[in-house]
């Protein structure tokens, strides 16, 4: 891209947006400078435009977003078919293994939830389409690195902060380079604990009718009900049965 084709100062209205999150739902504007790295009259004119635009609320010390925000992820959801072709599939999958399951994208050094058909809460967190977790250590996550070439799975590593959600979490980089491996070898991967100790879960690539993974399906359970060791006996079947019949309807 040239240079002349970057627009800045949308560039920094995004980061603007990204400063606000679930744990961050009410910010001033010197969090929002801090946390989008820009000087705060720069952030303080974007919020102001946002809110001008009806996409925040400012009561005159905090801002935050308005549910007018959630056009822009709508936007990404309707025109992409891949979330509507696969949610029936999910709903369909969940009823029969009892369980969670979910489909989501790797965007940067995340997954990004597409859809999501939930039996029962297992998370602390609630996941619906749009949730976002680190890659490196969901399920779904270690599938969509797996499938990238090596040095750019090494890339977006480097890129992340690796944190200990839990005792069980990975973080050495060479560590999570041989899981990415064993994963991309045996085609799916199983997540004992490392996003939140309770939850286990097990996740598939998913390809299109060209052979190229797009997205990465999952099943969710409890792991005192369902440990680790378990996941693919119980589930594995199942999941690469949906990613079959999906391959053909998608392009």
Known sequence: MRETDFIGGLAKGLKVIEAFGETTPKLAIADVARAAGLDRATARRCLLTLAGLGYADYDGKFFALTPRILRLGHAYLSATPLPHIVQPFL???????????????????????????????????????????????????????AALPEEDARALLRQTVLKAYTPRTRTDPAQLMEELARVRAQGFAVIDQELELGLCSIAVPLENDRGRVVAALNIGAPAASVPAEEMADRYLDALRSVAKSLKPLLR
């Open 91 to 145: 709903d369909k999958l969940s009823e029969e293994v009892c369980q969670s399951a979910s489909a989501s994208v790797l965007d940067g050094t995340e997954i990004v939830y597409i859809a999501r058909a939930s039996q029962k809460r297992v998370m602390s967190i609630n996941l619906v389409p749009g949730s976002r977790l680190p890659a490196y250590c969901a399920s779904m996550g270690r599938v969509l690195l």
